[in-house]
């Protein structure tokens, strides 16, 4: 946990799912110059008089070191051949307001838990509720969804988030045939002297087909997200020289901090000046 601005931040969980390897790079980059025999890697040098076989693919994929990469990366700066290399990051737990810095760099493939498929247990604990205010916030608390963790700073949250539906529940004369699959809505009335068992009920029966469509707009920036995230090589370095740095925002700047981390050092040689 760390603490901002007086709030204190539950940090982002990274793990690297998938990378491709810096062989093909080098097999582009030599490609260009015709100098397949000049490589230091065998598999690489192969490639001169034959195509490669899958074995040589996968001794490509598994090469550690290039100079002709080290070199045009940091003596001709020709970055274009880094976007030959591409890692996969499988991220739990940054927020909304990371998500929207995210979006700014723009190549990059980004697939983003959905607020629109994701949203019924909040909405069936609201249902449940019947009023319950307190309820509703218990409820929410053991979600754990949010990148805040003072609990006293949460209920704020939840509770805000409860007279947004409350206000909506009064505006909207089908609230209930919006909030909850039309199969379980003779739960409310099965169970109408007991939220618990009410909750547990639509909790077990079925979602409400994009529910989240009617709702997005309860939550905030501090609702944790999950997502998968694939960088070519070169747009890699961009998000790091720009969100690994003191001037970024500080939950981006703490979610660049675990891809670095757990980003190879084959990769990180190509792409940050080592001190």
């Known amino acids: ?62 090469i550690e070191e290039s100079s002709l990469l080290d070199d045009l990366a940091w003596t001709y700066f020709h970055h274009s051949i880094l976007e030959h290399a591409n ?15 995210h ?14 498929y994701t949203m019924s247990s909040v909405i069936n604990a609201y249902v449940a509720a019947m009023g319950d205010k307190e309820f509703f916030i218990q409820r929410v608390l053991e979600f754990d969804m949010f990148v805040t963790t003072n609990e006293a700073y949460n209920r704020i949250e939840i509770g805000s988030m409860f007279d947004k539906l409350a206000y909506q529940e009064q ?17 409310l009335q099965e169970y109408s002297s007991d939220a618990q068992a009410l909750f547990d009920a639509l909790q077990k029966g079925k979602k409400k087909r994009n529910v989240g469509d009617a709702f997005k707009h309860i939550i ?11 960088f070519n090589l070169r747009s890699l370095k961009n998000y ?5 740095s003191g001037a970024a925002y500080f939950q981006i700047r703490w979610l660049a901090e675990e891809m670095k981390r757990v980003t190879p050092k084959k990769y990180l040689d190509l792409i940050i000046k080592q001190k």
């Open 87 to 101: 890692l996969s990051y499988l991220i739990r737990g940054t927020s909304r307001g990371v998500l929207q810095e």
């Open 103 to 116: 979006a700014r760099h723009r190549i990059q493939a980004i697939s983003v838990r959905s607020t629109r």
């Open 1 to 62: 946990m760390e603490n901002m601005y007086g709030i204190e931040y539950s940090r982002p969980k990274v793990v690297l799912v998938q990378d491709t390897g810096i062989g093909v790079a080098e097999s582009a980059a030599r490609t260009c110059y015709d100098s397949f025999s000049a490589s230091e890697n065998e598999a690489i040098r192969s490639i001169e008089t034959e195509l490669p076989t899958a074995e040589i693919c996968d001794e490509m994929n598994n």
């Open 171 to 187: 505006m909207q004369d089908d609230f209930y045939s919006i909030a909850v699959a039309k199969s379980s809505l003779p739960l």
């Open 240 to 244: 790091f020289t720009l969100r690994d």
């Open 220 to 230: 905030g920036d501090n609702v944790k997200v999950d997502m998968v995230v694939t």
